[in-house]
Each structure stands twice: as C-alpha cells, then as structure tokens.
C-alpha cells in the first residue's frame, strides 16, 4: 500500500532520512558495538534491511517522479481514484486480513501444541488486536456513510 499510496517530494526525503536511520543504526550498532547472542545481531540485521528497503523504495518513486511525464503521472493519478480500482483493492485488503485471522488462530495452536506458551500468547494477543482494530475501523466507516 506505501508504494501505491501518493509520493511528494516532502514525503520521499522523509522516508530516505527515516531508512538512512534506520539502515545505519543497524550496520553501525552491529560493526561498532558487537552486540553478544544472535538475537541482538538478527534485531540489527532486521533494521539494516529495513532501512534499506524504505531507501530503496523512497529512492526509486523520487526518481520516478522527476523521470516520468506530467502526462503519465495525471493519467496514473486518474487510475488511481478509479472506483473499481478502489473496490479491488479493499476486496483484496478484507481477503489479507481474513487470511491474517486464520494464520494467527493456526499459529496461536500451534505454538500451544508444541508447548510454546510465550509465542502463542503473542499470536492470541495479536489475534485480539487484528478483531478490535476491524470493529474499531468499521464504527468510525459507518458513522461517515
């Protein structure tokens, strides 16, 4: 949704400062500060790779937008508002979070079967979020129809 969401300049030197960040706390918290146990070095590696994605990511819409024809970016940005690309996008967000539902209640059981308690806490946690954020969301959409 980031990538199809609508990028300004403002927004693209936001995130190339957010993924510079990112990406060198992570290199220089692992090169300089020799971070003992794996799980600290995987946090480090996790925010290298994030931050170079959001780089990466905010790089190529800034060149994009300064590469790409006025034409071509109207005629994008009309595709874009088009109701039936709206309707296919919110079709295909409901299936993810459905699919999302069940991933997480098939997680929660089966970290509990292989006697897992902490993670299938967090999975039933997660689970309990992703139900109040959708009864949350649709209160607020039905109040605005």
Request: aromatic share 12%; net charge positive; proline share 1%.
């Amino acid at each position: 949704m980031i990538c199809k969401g609508k990028w300004n300049k403002h927004l693209c030197m936001l995130m190339i400062i957010l993924g510079t960040a990112s990406f060198l706390f992570g290199l220089l918290t692992f090169l300089i500060g020799r971070p003992e146990g794996s799980h600290i070095n995987t946090l480090m590696g996790m925010f290298t790779g994030f931050g170079a994605g959001i780089l990466g990511v905010a790089a190529y819409q800034l060149l994009r937008s300064k590469l790409l024809s006025r034409e071509k970016q109207e005629q994008q940005e009309i595709n874009r508002q088009d109701e039936r690309n709206i309707a296919i996008t919110r079709t295909a967000c409901t299936v993810a979070f459905y699919a999302a539902i069940v991933l997480m209640a098939v997680l929660t059981f089966l970290f509990m079967g292989l006697g897992y308690r902490a993670p299938a806490y967090i999975c039933l946690g997660g689970l309990y979020v992703l139900a109040g954020v959708f009864f949350v969301a649709r209160k607020v959409l039905e109040k605005r129809m």
